[in-house]
T-cell receptor
Framework: EADIYQTPRYLVIGTGKKITLECSQT?????MYWYQQDPGMELHLIHY???????EKGDLSSESTVSRIRTEHFPLTLESARPSHTSQYLC????????????FGPGTRLTVT | GEDVEQSLFLSVREGDSSVINCTYT??????LYWYKQEPGAGLQLLTY?????DMKQDQRLTVLLNKKDKHLSLRIADTQTGDSAIYFC???????????FGKGTRLSVIA
């Protein structure tokens, strides 16, 4: 059982609000990731981190920002939510070496009205 | 850049075998993975194969890898309704970059 948590699981928010999606893992993994998942299933990598104080942009341009102050915590922030941000957001983590298996959280379903 | 391709949908009858196919472009892939996503959940690793292997079997799951053609397949024997899910193929290259995922194949099992 993967120990990676995301809160909230569901969020409905109005346009222009600032929101932070939380992601925490208790496995001591160095690498963490944020994906945006289309209703049509495809995963888009939006941010990732190799460790504390490391953040990288992914393949999909995103108006969100991330921070990595602690190993276990990788929050994602939207400064001003828009309807185009409506999506499922998945957080994941993995070790730096070895099998490199990515463990995924249950996701946050965000709806911006 | 690297790319992973999968067919989007597959429908099978309960008890039949399912075969989900995937092709990839990165010849330096070291590991290839199959992930399963059930409704309302995150992805979960189902199985994986090292690039120097041709086949891996794990209970009802068989993974076949044709490295020459860069083709990966997942066979599920005796498919059950609980196997209905989205299946993602993913590959890792020799560097320290994130996994590259396919777009996912939605498997529907008809009772």
């Amino acid at each position: 059982e993967a120990d990676i948590y995301q809160t909230p699981r569901y969020l409905v928010i109005g346009t222009g609000k600032k929101i932070t999606l939380e992601c925490s893992q208790t496995m001591g993994h160095d690498k963490m990731y944020w994906y945006q998942q289309d209703p049509g299933m495809e995963l888009h990598l939006i941010h990732y981190s190799y460790g504390v104080n490391s953040t990288e942009k992914g393949d999909l341009s995103s108006e969100s920002t991330v921070s990595r102050i602690r190993t276990e915590h990788f929050p994602l922030t939207l400064e001003s939510a828009r309807p185009s941000h409506t999506s499922q957001y998945l957080c994941a983590s993995s070790e730096l070496e070895g099998l490199y298996e990515q463990y995924f959280g249950p996701g946050t379903r965000l709806t911006v009205t | 850049g690297e790319d992973v391709e999968q067919s989007l949908f597959l429908s099978v009858r309960e008890g039949d075998s399912s075969v989900i196919n995937c092709t990839y472009t990165d010849s330096s892939s070291t590991y290839l993975y199959w992930y399963k996503q059930e409704p309302g959940a995150g992805l979960q690793l189902l199985t994986y194969i090292f690039s120097n292997m041709d086949m891996k079997q794990d209970q009802r799951l068989t993974v076949l890898l044709n490295k020459k053609d860069k083709h990966l397949s997942l066979r599920i024997a005796d498919t059950q309704t609980g196997d209905s899910a989205i299946y993602f193929c993913a590959e890792r290259n020799s560097g320290n970059t994130p996994l590259v995922f396919g777009k996912g194949t939605r498997l529907s099992v008809i009772a």
